[in-house]
């Protein structure tokens, strides 16, 4: 019998985001779905990908660890300007352009 190894999907997803080009194509499709949340996963996922930690992130967005926690949790609301900070200590900006259709 052949045995096949299975990779966690977490796994693999955090590898493939550690591409900068991968992650920002994830967040993007992310930005796309109707659930806000699932931006906030996103996010959190392309934060560990990138070896960010929390303390650090918290460092260069200047918000404190708690909130970021509670930003990218489940049950996240975070304003605009708290994701504009996260973005900007990851090097990386929102932006608004036409939908390609």
Do not use: C, H
Request: charged content about 30%.
């Amino acid at each position: 019998m052949n045995k096949k190894r299975f990779i966690d999907y977490q796994e693999e997803l955090i590898e493939s985001l550690q591409d900068q080009k991968e992650a920002r194509a994830y967040l993007n499709a992310a930005l796309d779905d109707d659930d806000p949340r699932v931006f906030l996963l996103a996010l959190k996922n392309v934060l560990e990908a990138q070896d960010g930690t929390m303390a650090t992130l918290a460092k260069k967005s200047q918000l404190n660890r708690e909130s970021l926690y509670r930003m990218l949790s489940k049950r996240g609301n975070p304003r605009l300007t708290s994701i504009r900070s996260v973005l900007d200590a990851m090097g990386w900006q929102l932006t608004v352009q036409d939908r390609q259709r």
